[in-house]
Nanobody, 125 residues
Framework: HVQLVESGGGSAQVGGSLRLSCVAS????????MGWFRQIPDKEREGVAG??????TNYADSVKGRFTVSQEADGTLYLNMTRLNSEDTGMYYC?????????????????????WGQGTQVTVS
């Protein structure tokens, strides 16, 4: 089992930046694909960014050029968010799936992931 804990959320002004972190613990040995999702009330959770075992990345069109997903050697996942706008407001979740080399076109699909964090709120105004 894997536990994921997000941090770094908060309030930001339009045009500002935030950096989210996700720390994984538990059974983290082996290849993992990881991703960031966000959700606002009454809407489905949407994939924002994903990173695969080989470091390849995928982004939702709405965040391309503004958000960057990265992962440290210790497994910590980051989402660097710049040029924030009000539509970026939401609860951001970190997700992971083990024994993964590549998710390909499903990298931003909720069903692709097995483990989820509790979320961190981002509010842009």
């Amino acid at each position: 089992h894997v536990q994921l804990v997000e941090s770094g959320g908060g309030s930001a002004q339009v045009g500002g930046s935030l950096r989210l972190s996700c720390v994984a613990s538990g059974d983290t040995i082996g290849r993992y694909c990881m991703g960031w999702f966000r959700q606002i009330p009454d809407k489905e959770r949407e994939g924002v960014a994903g990173i695969e075992s080989d470091g390849s990345t995928n982004y939702a069109d709405s965040v391309k050029g503004r958000f960057t997903v990265s992962q440290e050697a210790d497994g910590t996942l980051y989402l660097n968010m710049t040029r924030l706008n009000s539509e970026d407001t939401g609860m951001y979740y970190c997700a992971a799936v083990p024994l993964c080399w590549s998710l390909g076109t499903t990298a931003l699909a909720e069903a692709s992931y097995k483990y989820w964090g509790q979320g961190t709120q981002v509010t842009v105004s």
